[in-house]
């Protein structure tokens, strides 16, 4: 039965009602607020809050993560037998461990590096300086215990049972890097205390121990004997730009142009736009899967890369023609949600929230440091946080995150990876792409535009004429 024109009214009324009342994380349809008109039968219901981001809540969603993560990472050392808190430190004990999270959120493991690192965005945007008190906690935390579990190490010989070992004993860039990485741009921006020491530790692993192919591309002795992952871009490359950026030093720039060329050469589909998750070197043939997280990694590490790199560099332009290449596959993927799916290319996989957010942030970023046209990407931007900030929830949670992945064979995999508000690689990246759209809401180049139910982002001085439409 076709509905009356005032059920249909009565329908878009009760849209409009949704997407104004409550919070974002409200079920939809949604109706665009910013259409004045309820008696309009041309405006859309979608499945996102699709409106003009307002900064102000952008700024809460951030801080709703930022108090989830404090709240959830405690900065102590226990008994693993009892529990009991241990507060005497002259002599270690074989059971002293750090307090596990309710999420089990380490807080030395890669992604809590992404985590520092939006932090740090955030409140460089915003100038809100209790973005990075977490950051400042957790340094200080390793600054004063490092020595202890080191002690401990040497008495007791607990290799990976020691809750220090990534730090004492770092054996793969997932180890060392990004949060490497973390710990020189805190220090850069003096958040808590000079880390100098365990900065050499780890920038000397990322610089000279993780394995590689013989062209010095990084690589892993995983799945297959030498084996590449698009998410090694990220877990070696910001840490060598950093590297280069505090030492000054140009060999730390040319091997993360390097690498992220040569990783490129052998893992980025110029067909499709996007990247493969990883390549095998005793099967260079294999059939190729492309995991949207490995693509946001690329992203991510090219657009950290490019932010550091002297744009003299002889690897600045060639760098920024691959990122510009990546983010124009990428935003061609995107779904009719904002978001994009597990199997980037692949429309029957879930949409998935860690790599959506790395996307948002990436374009949002490339838009605001002028690499990418506002024009043409502005509205992708806006509606890939669209999609994420429903994905927030009241507690500060980010759901529909793929848990930890390895590079596999088979589609079947992928396809099934559960999701979970425990899986940290949602919370960096989200807290990066928040942040990055608040830089863009605000940014002077250009206007947003409202027009015929949609946005357009127009260049300060430009000219559109919707004579017709008036």
């Not at 080191?150 to 949060?179: H, T, V």
């Not at 741009?185 to 920038?203: E, F, K, M, T, Y």
């Not at 990055?436 to 409202?450: G, Q, R, T, V």
Request: some cysteine.
């Amino acid at each position: 039965m076709t509905p009356t024109p005032s059920k249909l009214l009565a329908a878009l009324a009760c849209l409009t009602v949704l997407a104004v009342a409550g919070p974002a994380r409200a079920e939809g349809p949604y109706r665009n607020p910013d259409n004045k008109n309820a008696q309009d039968l041309g405006e859309g219901s979608y499945p996102i809050p699709y409106k003009k981001p307002d900064a102000a809540e952008i700024g809460a969603a951030l801080h709703r993560i930022r108090a989830y993560l404090d709240a959830a990472t405690p900065s102590r050392v226990v008994r693993k037998d009892n529990g009991a808190e241990i507060t005497d430190f002259s002599t270690p004990v074989a059971e002293a461990i750090v307090q596990a999270s309710d999420g089990d959120f380490g807080l030395q493991v890669y992604e809590m590096g992404v985590v520092h690192a939006g932090l740090m965005r955030a409140a460089e945007v915003t100038g809100e300086r209790r973005f990075t008190d977490m950051t400042a906690r957790h340094l200080a935390f390793f600054a004063d215990r490092l020595p202890y579990f080191r002690a401990q190490e040497r008495k007791f010989k607990l290799g990976r049972a020691n809750s220090f070992s990534r730090f004492i004993d770092p054996r793969s860039l997932d180890d060392a890097g990004a949060m490497c990485a973390a710990m020189m741009r805190a220090r850069a921006a003096g958040i808590g205390p000079d880390l100098s020491a365990q900065i050499a530790v780890c920038g000397q692993w990322v610089a000279a121990g993780q394995y590689g192919l013989a062209d010095g591309t990084m690589a892993r002795k995983r799945p297959q004997a030498s084996s590449l992952w698009a998410d090694d871009m990220y877990m070696g490359v910001p840490a060598l730009a950093e590297l280069g950026r505090m030492s000054g030093k140009s060999a730390y720039f040319d091997d993360a142009v390097k690498n992220v060329l040569q990783m490129s050469a052998y893992m980025f589909d110029k067909q499709k736009g996007i990247y493969t998750h990883g390549w095998n070197a005793n099967h260079p043939d294999a059939p190729r899967f492309y995991w949207a997280r490995a693509n946001g990694w690329a992203v991510l590490s090219m657009s950290d890369l490019l932010d550091v790199l002297p744009k003299t560099h002889p690897g600045y332009a060639p760098v920024l023609a691959q990122l510009r290449a990546t983010l124009r596959g990428v935003a061609e993927l995107q779904s009719g949600a904002g978001l994009w799916h597990q199997m980037v290319d692949r429309n029957d996989s879930y949409l998935e929230s860690s790599a959506s957010a790395m996307f948002t942030y990436g374009l949002a970023h490339a838009i605001n440091q002028g690499w990418i046209s506002p024009v043409t990407y502005g509205a992708i931007a806006q509606a890939g946080w669209a999609g994420l900030s429903a994905r927030i929830n009241a507690k500060g949670q980010v759901e529909g995150t793929c848990v930890g992945t390895t590079l596999a064979g088979d589609q079947t995999y992928y396809y099934h990876r559960p999701t979970s508000v425990h899986a940290l690689h949602g919370y960096g990246p989200t807290l990066l792409a928040g942040a990055e759209m608040i830089k863009l809401l605000k940014n002077p180049a250009f206007d947003i535009e409202y027009k015929v139910r949609t946005y357009h982002y127009v260049p300060k001085g430009g000219s559109t004429d919707y004579r017709e439409h008036h």
